[in-house]
């Protein structure tokens, strides 16, 4: 169990300063568990503190019991235990929850993504990197030539689909600053999907590598510490310790499925386009029509004017049907209470008011804040729940 003084710090400040949170869904990994601890406990984080919280997502063989008879031998391990199998991104989200260091990695216990890379992640984020993303490359003995074409495929159709920025080839293993997750907790969605959440927060503003397209930011932007950013560390993606993957062609999908409508409303707007499409083919085809009546003169009667009015009307069918899935859009958007903006940094020329006079939805208890000294006051924003203003 965490010592009172932990439990004291994550209470007063929402997370243990110079203290790294290991985060690990476990779903019937009993064979990858000790060679995972082992990887982890043999990384160097000095000088950082670390604690590892497994989530056991409702394992059905020995994950559970192992993991608390590891507890005695890694005293920095946590384990969540589920009643059932929730998913990974629930059980992911609830090591986040429940982490409380300031910096938090995910990542599978599977060994695919190697603990090793962790030490070079913190070395992007004490360089003002708020998430960093761990970008497998693929080796012929990791992964299946169709993994790799379908990963490409889909990473290309979700942003096509979705306008979301999320990292082409990115996975569950990253890292991110205690400041995106404290934001990602407040979210109060239950179909997750992390990757597109945190990609809304932090977009990357760079790409190195010859696989990504490079974006390179504006003049200035990546001194600006006010600015949330993300960055890219690829590694090699190795073959799976022991065991079998547990994500079957059917989960497989249905994370894909939940990206495509997770991320964005833009599928909705198809019919609306669809729809302006198919009236200006209609207006076409009546041009076409009269040409070939009143020039030609060699018409099939009835067939002309039949074709003309159901492609109209087909065409205004689409377009309501568009407008439906604008305010539908805009429902699901408000459902879902992601936050309207994200405030870094604020000026106030007024002293800083008592925090409990402080309009807000997401009110926090704050009494031990010092009164402000001077009236040009450049203040610091925990990015707690008092700035957090759904739309």
């Not at 083919?281 to 009015?309: K, N, Q």
Request: some cysteine; proline content about 7%; hydrophobic content about 40%.
């Amino acid at each position: 169990m965490r010592d009172q003084k932990i439990h004291q710090t994550i209470r007063e400040t929402g997370f243990v300063p110079g203290m790294i949170s290991i985060i690990a869904p476990c779903y019937n990994e009993e064979e990858s568990i000790p060679a995972f601890l082992q990887a982890v406990a043999a990384v160097d984080l000095s000088p950082y503190r670390h604690e590892i919280l497994v989530v056991n997502d409702g394992s059905q063989d020995a994950s559970g019991i192992l993991l608390e008879e590891m507890k005695g031998i890694y005293p920095q391990l946590q384990v969540i235990h589920f009643v059932r199998n929730f998913g990974q991104q629930q059980a992911l989200m609830a090591g986040i929850r429940s982490a409380g260091g300031e910096i938090l990695v995910t990542m599978d216990i599977d060994l695919q993504q190697p603990p090793a890379l962790i030490p070079e992640m913190i070395r992007e984020y004490k360089s003002g990197y708020e998430v960093v993303y761990g970008i497998p490359v693929y080796e012929p003995a990791s992964a299946s030539a169709l993994k790799r074409v379908t990963s490409r495929s889909y990473y290309a159709l979700l942003r096509r689909m979705s306008g979301s920025s999320v990292v082409p080839g990115a996975n569950d293993f990253r890292l991110m600053s205690h400041r995106v997750a404290e934001v990602l907790r407040s979210m109060p969605e239950r179909n997750l999907y992390l990757r597109g959440m945190i990609a809304d927060l932090c977009p990357v503003v760079e790409y190195d590598s010859d696989l990504y397209p490079k974006e390179v930011p504006a003049s200035g932007e990546k001194n600006n510490e006010t600015i949330w950013k993300a960055t890219i560390v690829p590694y090699i993606r190795r073959p799976r310790m022991a065991g079998r993957t547990k994500y079957s062609a059917l989960k497989m999908v249905k994370l894909a499925l939940d990206g495509m409508t997770a991320t964005g409303i833009r599928p909705l707007r198809y019919g609306l386009h669809l729809g302006v499409l198919s009236i200006f083919f209609a207006f076409g085809l009546l041009v076409w029509v009269l040409y070939i009546h009143t020039i030609v003169g060699r018409t099939v009667p009835g067939w002309s004017s039949l074709m003309v009015v159901v492609l109209f009307f087909s065409s205004i069918q689409f377009i309501l049907i568009g407008l439906l899935g604008e305010y539908i859009g805009k429902i699901f958007l408000q459902v879902r209470g992601r936050p309207g903006y994200l405030i870094s940094a604020e000026t106030t020329m007024d002293p800083v008011p008592d925090p409990s006079t402080r309009p807000s939805t997401h009110q926090r208890k704050d009494t031990d804040r010092p009164p402000a000294k001077e009236k040009n006051n450049l203040r610091k924003s925990k990015v707690g729940r008092e700035t957090l203003h759904p739309p």
